[in-house]
């Protein structure tokens, strides 16, 4: 089955920085690619995703790319605030069916 | 919209005892699926069901069981519970898995500890 590693898994920055998390996965069939953000207590949310017929997609501060050929995909926060502060994981989906294998997560911290 | 509920927040459990976690969604979505996440790890799909009636074992199923009714509901229920089984419970729902509409929405999430 799919596997996905994630880096690093803790990540701290000053406010106003920016902050890259990086993910790998196995399977090349692999075609959906979301990133969620969870804060303390809370379940994730979706911030961005991307799928395999994309290179890049940019939401604001927030940017993911995405390398098949090296299987791996990043999330890029610029200009980070402390509200950026959470749990953030990467996750990949493979052909059958919706099911997402989830990376073990990075704690980003944003030191104001 | 509520969007995803789940019920109870918390709950302590001693070995051997049983439990139903309560899941419900109000966004008509025929995708739902639990998902347990242990302290400083990654989400590891239980269970999931592609509608009413239809259920399928993700990748940790082990001492889990699961029914889907409704639509709406999807509950979860532990049998003997195990100190294993001490996690955080997630719920998500989506549409289905075509693009635009395979987005997972999470519940708030249910801390189980066994012991």
């Known amino acids: 089955g799919e596997n996905v590693e994630q880096h690093p898994s803790t990540l701290s920055v000053q406010e106003g920085d920016s902050a890259v998390i990086k993910c790998t996965y196995s399977?090349?069939?692999?075609?959906?690619f979301p990133w969620y953000k969870q804060e303390l207590g809370k379940g994730p949310q979706l911030i961005i995703d991307?799928?395999?017929?994309?290179g890049e997609k940019k939401d604001q501060r927030i940017a993911v790319t995405l390398n098949k050929t090296a299987k791996h995909f990043s999330l890029h926060i610029t200009e980070t605030q402390p509200e950026d502060s959470a749990v953030y994981f990467c996750?990949?989906?493979?052909?059958?069916?919706?099911?997402?294998?989830f990376g073990g997560g990075t704690r980003l911290m944003v030191k104001p | 919209n509520a969007g995803v509920t789940q019920t109870p927040k918390f709950r302590i459990l001693k070995i051997g005892q049983s439990m139903t976690l309560q899941c419900a969604q109000d966004?008509?979505?025929?995708?739902m699926y639990w998902y347990r996440q242990d302290p400083g790890m990654g989400l590891k799909l239980i269970y999931y069901?592609?509608?009413?009636?239809?259920?399928d074992k993700g990748e940790v199923p082990n001492g889990y069981n699961v029914s889907r009714s409704t639509t709406e509901d999807f509950p979860l229920r532990l049998e003997l519970a195990a100190p294993s089984q001490t996690s955080v419970y997630f719920c998500?729902?989506?549409?289905?898995?075509?693009?635009?509409?395979?987005?997972?929405?999470f519940g708030p999430g249910t801390r189980l500890t066994v012991l």
């Open positions: 998500a729902s989506s549409k289905d898995r075509r693009t635009s509409t395979d987005t997972q929405y």
């Open positions: 399977d090349s069939a692999s075609n959906y």
């Open positions: 991307i799928r395999s017929n994309v």
């Open positions: 996750a990949a989906r493979g052909i059958a069916g919706n099911m997402l294998t």
């Open positions: 966004m008509n979505h025929n995708y």
């Open positions: 069901s592609v509608g009413a009636g239809i259920t």
